[in-house]
């Protein structure tokens, strides 16, 4: 992998959050950890000198038998793929793979990737024209391929996009968590999925291993609109492999690792080791952006006065000569007190997005009770949902939740099931019920 030079990397910043009092013989230590980086990314897909080679993007599109119905479907899909083409940034390495039960380079067609360039680009919107619905569904080959396609190029920051229609019917289960397993960690890729005859927690199972974003695009025709949005979003990562390093003291141990901001992600199990009572969370690719996270630890019991580092925050990224660049750090303390008013108080940003953790969790659990016919329970946790999306101000879920069920009394969570609601409605809540608002200042 390219190196980075200080000079090309944004400048990152942590920032946490916490109350920072525990009772005598507490032991659970919450924050909201901050991460921004600034001086780098959103260009608005000007060029960056010297920096677009570094980068490399495999658009995936779905031209199974399925895409064909109705017509308009692939019309749109190849109409997004050249708006996104257009997007690339001069110097950017890209491809475009046409997936089926299998996974064919479309362009540039050599094993290898193409620098964006005006002629490289006609030529690949030229080679579009020839994408044909036909076949089935793979998505594990196509990630594959891409992956080959992103390794044998010499580029830091390495990205995917992918769209289907449909169901993974052509290869076992097992064949793509595989395929997810040997991608993670080499590039990042964001998911869509077109219309509504595709497995909402396939899709978001493949954007949540590959550290990227999902939605559902109903419509076909919204498509080109949302293919410049990603790739705009794309051209935008300016370092890639960012990695929130925790350190914690003897006897103390990580509970679990969240991003919480802007969507909910647990990274709990994807801690890599890299040292003694230390270990590394994925975070994937950073432009000018900024999430939180929410770390909780839990250390030994202490009586009254006591003071201890609960956890080192650091944000890292490895060098090619196996040495690694701390960007930023922050510390998460723990202070035993007996005053019953500050070990109490919750930090308005834990409780903020506890919330929101909520909010996704009873919003998916809703949905599968009322899939499964427990009309009972799906009315009780969509109820919660309402309840909690008003309370944090989550206006867009609130108005994802109003289209499945009726709400009396949102404050309270008072809500009817909808006799019948549009698969659409329901897929988009299922697909964005992870979004979270940031905490109100």
């Known amino acids: 992998m390219p190196s980075l030079s200080k000079s090309n990397v944004p ?10 009092y525990l009772p005598e013989g507490g032991r659970e230590v919450n924050a909201i950890v901050t991460v921004t980086s600034t001086g780098g990314g959103t260009s608005g897909g000007r060029p960056l000198p010297g920096d677009a080679a570094a ?3 495999v658009i995936m599109v779905d031209c199974s038998g399925s895409m064909e119905y109705p017509p308009t479907k692939m019309r749109n899909a190849r109409d997004a793929t050249a708006v ?10 890209f491809a475009v793979v046409a997936g089926t039960h299998q996974a064919r380079e479309v362009y540039p067609a050599n094993g290898g990737l193409a620098v964006a360039d005006p002629s490289t680009r006609a030529q690949a919107k030229q080679a579009l024209r020839k994408l ?21 190029s010499d580029v830091a920051i390495r990205h995917g996009i992918l769209l289907t229609d449909g169901r993974n019917e052509h290869e076992k289960p097992e064949d793509l968590h595989s395929a997810l397993d040997a991608c993670s960690g080499r590039f990042t890729c964001d998911a869509r999925g077109v219309g509504t005859d595709w497995e909402v927690k396939e899709v978001t199972g493949i954007a949540s291993a590959l550290l990227g974003t999902v939605d559902i695009v109903a419509d076909p025709a919204g498509l080109a609109g949302d293919f410049q ?27 679990f690792v969240k991003q919480v901001a802007p969507t909910v992600e647990d990274l709990t199990e994807r801690r890599a080791r890299t040292g003694p009572r230390m270990g590394d969370y994925p975070t994937g690719s950073w432009g000018d952006e900024s999430r939180d996270y929410h770390v909780c630890v839990k250390v030994p019991p202490a009586v ?6 609960a956890a080192r925050v650091s944000l890292v990224l490895p060098e090619p000569d196996g040495t690694t660049q701390v960007l930023a750090q922050g510390l998460v303390r723990a202070l035993w007190t007996d005053d019953m008013a500050a070990s109490t108080r919750i930090s308005p940003q834990v409780a903020h997005y506890t919330g929101q953790a909520e909010l996704a969790q009873a919003i998916q659990q809703g949905l599968e009770a009322r899939k499964s016919g427990d009309l009972d329970s799906a009315t009780a946790k969509l109820g919660r949902a309402v309840q909690l999306a008003s309370a944090s101000g989550n ?10 069920v009726d709400v009396v009394d949102a404050v309270n969570g008072t809500v009817r099931l909808k006799p019948k609601v549009a698969d659409a409605d329901e897929m988009t809540l299922e697909t964005r019920s992870t979004k979270t608002v940031r905490v109100k200042k």
């Open 84 to 93: 996104a083409i257009d997007t690339l940034r001069d110097g950017v390495s």
């Open 229 to 255: 949005a990603m790739m705009e979003n794309a051209m935008g990562k300016e370092v890639a492999d960012v990695g929130l390093r925790l350190w914690t003291p003897q006897n103390a141990e990580i509970a």
């Open 55 to 57: 980068a490399g993007v």
């Open 304 to 309: 009254v006065g006591q003071e201890m580092l």
């Open 132 to 152: 044909t619905a036909g076949g089935g569904t793979a998505i594990g080959t196509w990630l594959r391929l891409a992956d080959r396609l992103l390794a044998g």
């Open 395 to 404: 206006e867009d879920t609130a108005k994802l939740l109003a289209k499945v």
């Open 11 to 20: 400048q990152f910043s942590v920032d946490v959050y916490q109350n920072e």
